[in-house]
């Protein structure tokens, strides 16, 4: 089967159901009238209120839809949460999981990373694990230490290789600054490598997205690095118009022969 590029819009906490309708709306119309590429699959992951919504608007298009986190235990009293087959039953096909947000505002660790990407996996759930360095990890040279450490703690001992990862330096989220091509470059190599050494030859279908401040205008330079799978948007994908011109980056060549040449 071919592997395609992958290009996730990630909502965060932004729209209402009602808002969330209208730009799905505006989505799907965009594509039809694009013609997208078809070596490219479309994914949203809108918050949690409006998966239910978004979800019967996709359901007979080719756009999948996530959702951006989910609760490790299979049911129970955890008031506020959210389990995996609970999305699953929403015919949800990816849950982020491990975004730096919830790392740095809500104390989350590798370890409930870990446990999260597990029952993900175990509900037919498609992790999108999210991995990255801070400023400050960057500035004193740890960026693929701290990229190791996440990447062995979260999937050690797992050899599902439904799995997508994306990597997004903290520092590049929201702010505008997208770390260069050849900086997403060298970390994505790196990481396939550890991919590689876990799960042989199997790795080479997990996807490899960059997310931090890709915008239209930056997508080409990034998206045609050799390890440059696809993308996970924040802010340019709140805006349909914006977030469908990144889909439609030209120049993409299918990810097979990229990888053969
Ligand atoms: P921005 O595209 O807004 O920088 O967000 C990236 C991100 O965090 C996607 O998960």
């Known amino acids: 089967?071919?592997?395609?590029?992958l290009i996730v819009g990630n909502w965060k906490m932004n729209k209402t159901p009602s808002q969330s309708e209208d730009l799905v709306k505006k989505i799907i119309d965009l594509k039809t009238r694009h013609g997208i590429s078809a070596h490219v699959t479309i994914a949203i992951c809108p918050p949690f209120t409006s998966l239910d919504r978004c979800a019967e608007w996709l359901k007979n298009t080719d756009i999948a839809i996530g959702a951006q986190n989910l609760y490790f235990e299979k049911e129970g009293a955890f008031t506020g949460e959210i389990s995996a087959s609970m999305l699953k039953d929403l015919r949800l096909t990816y849950v982020i999981i491990g975004h730096s947000e919830r790392r740095a505002i809500?104390?989350?660790?590798?370890?409930?990373i870990h446990q999260k990407v597990?029952?993900?996996q175990a509900s037919q759930l498609i992790p999108i694990l999210?991995?990255?360095?801070?400023l400050d990890e960057r500035e004193?040279?740890?960026t693929l230490t701290v990229i190791e450490t996440q990447i062995s703690h979260v999937?050690?001992?797992?050899?599902?290789?439904n799995l997508v990862i994306a990597y997004e330096p903290v520092w590049a989220i929201g702010t505008g600054k997208t770390a260069t091509p050849e900086m997403a470059q060298k970390v994505h190599q790196f990481i396939r490598e550890l991919l590689q050494k876990q799960f042989g030859k199997g790795s080479q279908i997990i996807p490899i997205l960059y997310g931090g401040s890709m915008k239209p205008d930056?997508?080409?330079?990034?998206?045609?690095?050799p390890d440059i799978d696809g993308g996970l948007?924040?802010?340019a994908s709140l805006v349909a118009e914006s977030f469908m011109d990144i889909v439609a980056t030209k120049g993409l060549s299918p990810l097979d022969s990229r990888k053969e040449s």
């Open 155 to 161: 999937l050690e001992g797992l050899t599902n290789t």
């Open 233 to 235: 948007i924040g802010g």
């Open 130 to 134: 999210c991995v990255g360095e801070t």
């Open 106 to 112: 809500f104390h989350e660790t590798d370890e409930q």
């Open 118 to 120: 597990k029952i993900a």
């Open 1 to 5: 089967m071919e592997r395609k590029y």
């Open 218 to 225: 930056n997508a080409a330079d990034l998206l045609t690095q």
């Open 140 to 142: 004193s040279n740890r």
